[in-house]
């Protein structure tokens, strides 16, 4: 199957299998294959791909000083296997549950320390 790879792939919504929202797809990681074309391999899920779409300077501090200190499995971005995703609709459905994932950890920890304190939210 061919299509146009970022357009279709990069940012979009993933959805895990009980409907939650599992963030947007930040990277895309190809193997280089020899003698053939590169396959997309995985999918990467992580604030510190998303960084460094802009800094790796910064997504590297990120990565050392904050990201690795929200838990197991964090320091590091969170690769899917493409072969886990499936179109649907306008969103990616990734055959997985969030929350046994380090996928959540930054949102959560924003939640637990920072949104449960603000009144009415």
């Known amino acids: 199957m061919r299509f146009p790879l970022v357009a279709e792939v990069l940012d979009e919504q993933l959805v895990d299998v009980h409907d939650v929202k599992a963030g947007r797809i930040d990277g895309i990681v190809l193997e280089v ?4 074309p590169a396959k997309l391999a ?7 791909t998303m960084l460094s779409r802009f800094s790796r300077r910064f997504a590297r501090w990120y990565a050392t000083r904050i990201d690795r200190r929200l838990g197991p499995g964090r ?10 995703l ?4 306008t969103s990616l459905r990734v055959d997985l549950d969030v929350r046994s994932t380090p996928i959540m950890a930054l949102e959560d920890w924003l939640d637990e320390h920072i949104l449960s304190h603000i009144p009415g939210a």
């Open 33 to 36: 294959r020899d003698g053939k």
């Open 42 to 48: 995985y999918v990467e899920v992580s604030p510190i």
């Open 75 to 84: 320091g590091v971005p969170f690769r899917i296997p493409w072969t886990r």
């Open 86 to 89: 499936a179109r649907e609709g």
